[in-house]
């Protein structure tokens, strides 16, 4: 059974469509979420899932490889990054090649980068009158947003669209696509 964990900082309703995929399944199950905020929904998944939770400690996650030790301990295969707004420390990437995935709800290279997430990647594509919008699922290296893409899927953009509607339709590629393509990588 492969191991995958999951790093999250907010609501967690990508982590949920991963555990639902992976429910019954003899390929994979999530073993372990991680968040970096004590109160992010994505722990009370955690808690109604029975998946155990770890709230990471900022100073250690940033300056010692404890983390990297406890997915090697934990026999993880994959790590999915699903809205975890921090940067992910060289060591840790360095540990899992091609091994950690992230989703970003825009298409990358444009609207990617430090403080582009949530709203904020909606309003800028809106501003910029942008007539689609879309995911990209892509592997992380030690710069936001700029390893390899896995895959990319759009959405069109109309008039009527606000930061609202639009995240909307985002997040249903991502509910889509992320728990298919966790499983592909796992493989
Ligand atoms: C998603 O839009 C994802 O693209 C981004 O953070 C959001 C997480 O949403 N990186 P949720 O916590 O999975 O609902």
Redesign the pocket.
């Known amino acids: 059974m492969k191991k995958i964990a999951i790093f999250?900082?907010?609501?967690?309703?990508?982590?949920?469509?991963i555990i639902d995929h992976f429910r019954d399944s003899s390929l994979a199950t999530v073993h372990i979420i991680l968040s970096n905020k004590p109160d992010a929904?994505?722990l009370g998944i955690a808690a109604r899932e029975g998946i155990r939770a770890v709230v990471i400690d900022k100073e250690t996650f940033f300056r010692g490889d404890a983390y990297v030790k406890l997915l090697q301990e934990e026999g993880i295969d994959l790590v999915v990054?699903?809205?975890?707004?921090w940067k992910v420390p060289a060591n840790l990437v360095a540990a899992f090649p091609d091994r950690i995935i992230?989703?970003?709800?825009a298409l990358l290279p444009k609207y990617g980068g430090k403080g582009m997430?949530?709203h904020f990647v909606h309003e800028a594509v809106l501003a910029a009158g942008e007539k689609e919008s879309g995911?990209t699922i892509h592997f992380v290296n030690e710069r936001y947003d700029e390893g390899g893409i896995i895959l990319q899927e759009s959405c069109a953009i109309s008039a009527e669209d606000t930061p609202d509607t639009l995240?909307r339709k985002?997040?249903a590629l991502?509910h889509r696509w992320f728990p298919a393509i966790v499983e592909r990588l796992l493989k």
Do not use: C, D, M, R
């Open positions: 999250a900082s907010g609501t967690g309703s990508n982590a949920q469509k929904g994505v990054l699903a809205g975890f707004l992230n989703i970003h709800p997430y949530g995911i995240a985002v997040q991502e």
